[in-house]
């Protein structure tokens, strides 16, 4: 089982000493924090500082590095931080959670990130102590309007993250959750900075939404239908084949709809007409003496 405890100190300005006796006899891991910003341990361990809701078993937990460390702001005051490019950000939380489970699983750039800036948030102009990081909307910092924000966290990682999800999900609407996982962290990039992986900083690596993605078409390889028949009645061609299915990895994926492409040569690169259905059959009305037909498979996006 687990327990807890929960102290408070109402001396200011003195030590707190904790004592943690073990009576059970086996070896076990004591985790102890801090839940204020008036006191620190003197000899804080680095790692286990991940939180909720990125411990949470289902989540996708994403660090942050750093791709920005300069800019200019809209009125063309030259602003820095002490961050180094392409080194995870001193803000990015460590792994692992306290069962030992990895955190984080993947990183995505998290350090001054350029996006739109809430009104409601922060407002102007003036923009008070937010100043250095309003950014002006032509790019050239030649002040108003200036309706974007430059900022830092894993909460801007995240999103990122989020949306390099959303492209491979877009490409492949077939795809799970566990498998579009298992995308992002195989094909993550490493380099000096990342040590070999996974980690407790970096996880996986650093996220490379390219090498994902590409993976991703190598399994959608488009597959030509099998078994094409061709009928003619009436003055009508009926073109059909077998559905197709097939395994990769173990996942069953079918074809979203057909594409037909029609040539006046079975050797002339360009088709003469196209058409796209999503039942296993096509209906044409006979035009010339001959024709020839090319059937592939189509995915959505």
């Not at 579009?180 to 996974?198: C, E, M, Q, S």
């Not at 990895?249 to 796209?276: C, H, L, Q, W």
């Not at 259905?277 to 020839?292: A, R, S």
Request: aromatic residues 14%; proline residues 6%; charged residues 20%.
């Amino acid at each position: 089982g687990t327990q807890s405890r929960y102290g408070s100190c109402t001396t200011i300005g003195n030590p707190i000493y904790v004592k943690v006796t073990n009576l059970s006899g086996e070896n076990m891991d004591f985790h102890l924090f801090v839940d204020s910003g008036n006191c620190e341990f003197s000899e804080a361990d680095s790692y286990y500082t991940i939180i909720s809701p990125a411990t949470a078993d289902l989540a996708f937990s994403v660090g942050a590095y750093v791709t920005r460390t300069d800019w200019y702001n809209y009125n063309f005051l030259y602003c820095w931080t002490d961050e180094v490019v392409e080194d995870i950000g001193t803000f990015s939380s460590c792994g692992p959670r306290i069962d030992g489970f990895q955190e984080p699983f993947i990183t995505a750039p998290g350090s001054m990130i350029i996006s739109l800036r809430d009104d409601d948030a922060y407002g102007g102009p003036p923009f008070g102590t937010w100043s250095p990081n309003v950014i002006s909307n032509n790019g050239d910092n030649e002040g108003l309007p200036a309706d974007y924000l430059i900022n830092q966290g894993t909460s801007a990682a995240s999103p990122i993250a989020c949306g390099a999800a959303a492209l491979l999900k877009d490409f492949d609407p077939q795809i799970t959750r566990d498998e579009l996982y298992i995308k992002l962290w195989n094909h993550a990039r490493t380099d000096g900075f990342t040590g070999n992986v996974p980690n407790s900083i970096w996880g996986a690596g650093k996220m490379d939404v390219e090498a994902s993605l590409n993976a991703l078409k190598e399994d959608l390889t488009p597959l030509t239908p099998e078994n094409i028949r061709i009928e003619i009645n009436n003055g009508i061609i009926t073109i059909s084949w077998d559905e197709v299915t097939h395994t990769n990895n173990g996942r069953e994926i079918t074809a979203d709809y057909y594409k037909i492409f029609v040539y006046d040569s079975p050797y002339s690169p360009v088709y003469s007409e196209y058409y796209e259905t999503t039942t296993n059959f096509l209906e044409l009305p006979t035009e010339g003496e001959k024709q020839f037909y090319k059937v592939v498979c189509g995915y959505n996006p």
